[in-house]
Every structure is written in C-alpha cells, then in structure tokens.
C-alpha cells in the first residue's frame, strides 16, 4: 500500500465512525420508541393502576409489576453490597498489598471470569450453591434471594474490580516511587494515597456494576426462585423484572400480561439510560475538573 | 571518622543484566558524596541500592552487602529482617523531578510524618513549619497550605520534597539529581541547604554538573558502565588536578 493511501484512510474512517454512530443512536432510540409504542394500551387509568400494583395474578386480572420492581432493585443492590467491598480487597490484593505471583494469578482469573458466560455461573450455582444453602441454614427450597445475591456478586465481581483496576493503574504508578521512598507500607499507600484519589472511579464501578446487576436475566432466573412477592427474609423467592419479561414471553403472547412486559421493559431501559446519563455527567464533571 | 554508608561487592542485575557490578566503597559521616558518571551509568541504581528502591522495579535482584551507621549502630540493609519501609524511613530520598503527592502542601508535609513515624497534632505542625522555613519554602506558601502542592512552581515543588524528606529526620540522604529540573536560583538555594545539611546527616547526590560537583563534593564517586573506576576525597594529595584529570573524561 502506497504512503498517499495511508494519508488519505482518515476522512473515510470518520465517515464510518460517524455513521456507526448514528446508527447505533438510532437502534437505542427506536427501541426506546418501541417500548413506548407497545405500552400506549398500558396508559388507561385502570390498567396503569393494576400494573402499578403488588400484585401479580394474571388470572383474577392483577398485573402488579411493582413486586418485580422491587425484587430487582432489592437483588442488585444487595449483590453490590457484596461485590463492592470484596472488589475493592481484591483490587488493593492486586495493587501491592498481596504478593506480585498470587496478584498476577487473582487478576488473570478475574478477566477470565468475564467470557465465562451467565448460565453457567447459573448451573454452577444450582447444583452447588442453592443445595448448599438448603443444607446450611434449613430454610426452603434453597432458590432465594440469598442464591441470587451470591450469583449475581459473582457475576458483577469482575466489573468493579477491573472497573477499580483502571483507575488504580492511572493512580497507583504516580506515588508507587514517592510512597515507597518516604517510607510508606503498599497498605498505606492504598489507602492514604490511591483510593483518595480514585472517587469518581468508585463511582463510576458501582454505577456500572449496578447496570450489570439490574439488567442480568440468567441469575435471578435460575436462583431465585421467580415468586412475584416481596420477601420477608433472604430466604424467600423473588422475582426479577428480567427474569419476568423471561418467563412470561415464553408463555403468553396477546393478553394484558404480556403487555406488562412493555412497561418491565421500559423500566428497565429508563434504568440503564439514568445509569449511563450518571457515568456521562461523571466524565463530563472529571474533564472540567481537569 | 566512622563510615556513613559501606557498599561490598554490590551486584545488582534487572531481568538478569547487570547494570552494576562489584561496587565496593565507603563514604563518611559529615561527608557529601557525589556519584558522577555518564547517563546510563548505573549512577541511580547505585543511589537506590542504599534505600532498596530498586526492588520496586520489575526483575531486579541485588547481591552484596551494604551496611549504614545509624544512631543507634549498624544497619545491614540487605539482611533478612531488615524491613525496606523502616529503612527508607531513616534513609531519605528527593527525585531528579519533583514528585509532589497529590495532596496539599500541608498534607504532603503532615502525612508521611503520622504514616512513617506516628507524628500528628502540633509536633508535626511544628516540625512541617521548621522544615519550609529550613528550605526557603515558608514565606512563599504559608497563606496557601491548602492549596494544591501541584500548584507550585518545579523550583518551589523540589524544595516542598526536600523539606517533606528533611521533616521524617532522616539519618542518610540521597539525592537524585535534585537540581536537574529547577532554575538556577532554585538549584544554588537547594546547594547551599545540601552543604548546611551535611553537618547533620550523610549525603549522597547524584550529579551532572561539574561546576556543581566541584562546590558540593567532599568525596566523587565515579561510575563507569556499572563499575566504580575511581573515587577523589577533598583531602587527598593533589586533590584539585586529581579531581580535574579524574573528571575530565566525564563531563
């Protein structure tokens, strides 16, 4: 290929970048569209006060999603709770605190578990796990909310550490030499120095992984246990607008349920959309402050 | 005169190259030691064999002894239990550029103390104040000590290292080319500190500049492709064509 070719490759590359880029706003605001679109028939006073119920008995006419509503933000949460601090252990393991081999060995096994697909943290989960849980504290069937919130922290785990990785990686080299000359244990310097100084990195991974827990179908669906009800306990079942929108559009296809779908969907969608409008003003916010 | 710092067959290798081989040498307590060479030298390394800085890097294996006179006796850096943090707490160390933390200046002054040696409240005011005074820094940043220590000019961020190094009491000092990156007036404040301070400490600055070496240097260590080729005390014989025939061939 001759030099002029390579000079001149840059204006088609933008032409294709920019397309793309049309494109793919185009495909998330015609979904957008669509959702809206199919949840009209949803907007009439007696159905919105059904859908906007706790309960879900499609038979006797009650199409109350707010249950699932709950179950997701209930599970996401809770997995966040879980995963967050263990991520942040595992990121200081990583960044010092642990010895340089086992820090190679836990990092690589952490990108690893990124192309382990969800079902199979899922079956894993069902054989070991929910047997496991059943066994140990005696409580029902072992499909639960404490299933899912163990599944589902396994699951966002490698988002928030590689999340948390990143920016101690932009962070971490800048007093790697000054901390250690002055003395300061790799503990210390963690501490005083690198999380200080990584909030909007904090930020950024919980917010991600929170979008990554509300928006799994394949945990929740397997583990736990899918009764649309409120829990009482870590114990009981729940079910997931994700896991919801699974199991219901495999069943029906015309009645006032499957319509409900739309509105688990559009929820779900106005989430996610918040989650990244969050990380945007975010970077927005890091830029302007440097 | 007791010896400072005493380096035996120091051997020191990154992913199995030698960057430097068989150094043997002493410097003396109220001595400012100058290692001169060229650029790819191993001139740094050497410095950072003292403090054991160079096990932060990547494949790095150090072999020979080197042994430190504290106030309290003997350090052997390389034994087994000696712990590199509480070494490189009593053995200072200022960077070629200035490596301010991303902090305030009053944090970057206040926060090695309560993490190195347990000093907070007024005492580590105390001492933090003493010490920018000692450098030249007070005047110029006692009505910001809330500001960014980023904030300062390269000149007044080398000196807010110094004084942050000068604030832990450390009982040797090395200095990496500390006045390679600031102006002039800055550079002949922080070598007129260096000569006031080697009453106090031992001082070991890697140097550049000859006109520098020849204000600053008590003894020269010179270091030629990882080996120590020759070394000049201001007391010896001849001393000054010594130093003009030994450096001549290096700067």
Redesign the interface.
């Known amino acids: 290929m001759s030099a002029g070719s390579h000079i001149s490759s840059p204006i088609p590359a933008r032409i294709v970048i920019a397309v793309s880029a049309w494109i793919s706003a185009a495909v998330v605001l015609s979904i957008f569209l669509f959702l809206a679109w199919f949840c009209r028939p949803l907007l009439d006073t007696t159905v919105l006060s059904s859908l906007l119920s706790w309960d879900w008995r499609p038979f006797q006419g009650d199409f109350g999603i707010l249950s699932m509503l709950t179950g997701s933000l209930l599970l996401a949460s809770s997995s966040m709770l879980l995963a967050f601090p263990v991520g942040m252990g595992i990121c200081c393991f990583v960044h010092g605190v642990g010895p ?1 081999g086992p820090a190679r060995l836990v990092l690589w096994t952490i990108k690893l578990m990124t192309s382990v697909p969800t079902v199979v943290y899922g079956f894993v989960a069902v054989f070991v796990l929910v047997p496991l849980l059943r066994d140990v504290f005696r409580e029902g069937s072992g499909f639960s909310l404490l299933a899912a919130i163990l599944g589902l922290a396994v699951l966002v785990l490698p988002t928030v550490v590689l999340m948390l990785h990143s920016q101690f990686l932009t ?1 971490e080299p ?12 790799p503990s ?1 310097k963690l501490l ?2 690198v999380i200080p ?1 990584s909030g909007r990195g904090f930020l950024a991974a919980a917010i991600l992984g929170l979008g990554r827990a509300l928006g799994d179908t394949m945990i929740p669906l397997m583990l736990a246990g899918n009764a649309a009800q409120l829990p009482g306990s870590v114990f009981d079942s729940i079910r997931t607008m994700t896991a919801h929108i699974a199991l219901v559009v495999a069943t029906d296809s015309r009645s006032l349920a499957y319509l409900s779908l739309f509105a688990c969907g559009l929820l779900l969608f106005m989430t996610t959309a918040l989650i990244n409008l969050g990380l945007r003003m975010l970077a927005g916010n890091r830029e302007n402050g440097s | 005169m007791t010896a400072a710092v005493s380096i035996k067959n120091l051997r020191v290798t990154f992913n199995g190259a030698a960057v430097l081989e068989d150094i043997t040498c002493k410097t003396r307590c109220g001595e400012l030691t100058v290692i001169v060479g060229r650029s790819g030298s191993g001139k740094s390394t050497l410095l950072r064999a003292v ?1 054991r ?1 160079n096990e ?1 890097f ?1 494949g790095c294996s150090t072999t020979g002894v080197v042994r430190l006179s504290l106030h309290d006796g003997q350090l052997a850096v390389y034994a087994d239990g000696t712990c ?7 053995v ?2 200022v ?1 070629q550029s200035p ?1 301010v ?3 305030s200046i009053e944090r970057n002054m206040l ?2 103390q309560r ?2 040696r347990g000093i907070t409240g007024r005492a580590a005011e105390e001492i933090m104040r003493r010490m920018l005074r000692r450098v030249g820094l007070f005047d110029e940043v006692c009505d910001r000590m809330d500001a960014q220590a980023a904030t300062l000019s390269g000149g007044q961020q080398q000196r807010l290292c110094l004084a ?2 000068l604030a ?1 009491e450390p009982e040797v000092l090395l200095l990496d080319e500390p006045t390679a990156s600031v102006d002039y007036q800055s550079a002949r404040r922080i070598e007129d500190l260096l000569l006031s301070l080697k009453d106090e400490l031992s001082l070991l600055v890697v140097s550049h500049s000859l006109p520098q070496t020849r204000r600053l240097a008590d003894r020269v260590l010179l270091i030629r492709e990882g080996r120590l080729t020759g070394q000049w005390h201001r007391g010896q014989a001849n001393a000054d064509a010594a130093f003009e025939k030994m450096l001549s061939t290096t700067f």
Do not use: S
């Not at chain 1, 030499?177 to 002055?182: D, Q």
């Not at chain 2, 590199?84 to 009593?90: A, D, H, I, K």
């Open positions: 340089p962070i800048q007093v790697r030499l000054t901390a250690a000359a002055l003395g300061m244990a210390q005083h120095l100084a | 403090n800085l932060c990547p590199p943090e509480r070494l490189r707490g009593r200072g160390m960077f490596n933390l991303p902090l926060l090695p993490l190195v942050r190094a832990l």
